[in-house]
């Protein structure tokens, strides 16, 4: 167990990829129910930090911790792949890119992951996908297959999907940047509800309004340092480091 008190913590975090840093020694936490923004240029590792959190892309220094247990322990191989899958079934992840697999219904791609991991019964699984597509307004789409959805209705499904697995924590890696600018308000009201619903929630987002309107935290990342954190009211409106304020002058306007 953990000493930290703290829903997600990320302790020194480093990554390189051979002689390049892309994460420079990063310690942040997160606490239960808090809905967190990360925001920045192209480049400033922002995505590795958040596969990070799931080891998906794994640290090359540092520890992730989720509610008390370390994520990225060092054990032999079969013993990581038990533990990392164990707590994977805790961690939501929604990509850019939906994922779906196309050649499954909309009821198929939600049901999967329960049956298969957490060996529930194709009824209780129905159950599930029904209430998860209601969830994230999707439930006239059920039985079809992705090729009839739009980009986002594909992306709800994909939420429905991480949903479906009861996670502790959802990951956002910029859901909304593959979606043309009519579908983007859709798949932000389902998160907008997430939040409501005290969903702990880190999500990698370019979308400013989003993140000042439903985040309670916002952390600007710039060539693989966390260079501000705070309350989106203070990050955005009266930003302390120059690096952020020339950030936010491109994609605002308004920063000082």
């Not at 957490?118 to 159950?127: F, L, Q, R, V």
Request: net charge negative; proline share 4%.
């Amino acid at each position: 167990m953990s000493d930290t008190q703290h829903f997600v913590e990320i302790r020194h975090a480093r990554k390189n990829y051979g002689y390049i840093e892309v994460l420079k020694d990063i310690s942040l936490n997160v606490e239960r129910g808090q809905i967190v923004a990360i925001i920045g240029p192209s480049g400033s590792g922002k995505s590795t930090l958040l596969r990070a959190i799931n080891d998906l892309d794994p640290l090359t220094e540092g520890e992730v911790w989720l509610d008390g247990v370390q994520v990225n322990k060092k054990l032999p191989h079969r013993q990581y792949e038990k533990h990392i899958n164990q707590m994977r079934e805790h961690v939501g992840m929604v990509f850019q890119h939906f994922n779906l697999f196309p050649h499954l219904t909309v009821r198929e791609n939600v049901t999967m992951a329960p049956k298969l991991l957490k060996g529930i019964s194709n009824e209780d699984a129905n159950k599930l996908a029904e209430e998860q597509l209601a969830h994230v307004g999707l439930l006239d789409r059920i039985d079809y297959y992705p090729s009839r959805l739009s980009g986002g209705q594909k992306q709800r499904c994909a939420i429905a999907r991480a949903l479906a697995m009861k996670p502790k924590l959802m990951l956002f890696d910029e859901a909304t940047s593959a979606l043309d600018p009519e579908l983007v308000e859709e798949v932000n009201l389902v998160m907008k509800k997430l939040a409501e619903e005290h969903m702990t929630m880190i999500i990698v987002t370019h979308e400013m309004d989003f993140a000042a309107s439903v985040c309670d935290r916002v952390l600007f990342m710039d060539q693989g340092y966390v260079v501000e954190e705070g309350p989106p009211e203070v990050v955005f409106k009266n930003p302390k480091e120059e690096r952020t304020r020339a950030f936010l002058r491109k994609h605002l306007g308004g920063a000082k």
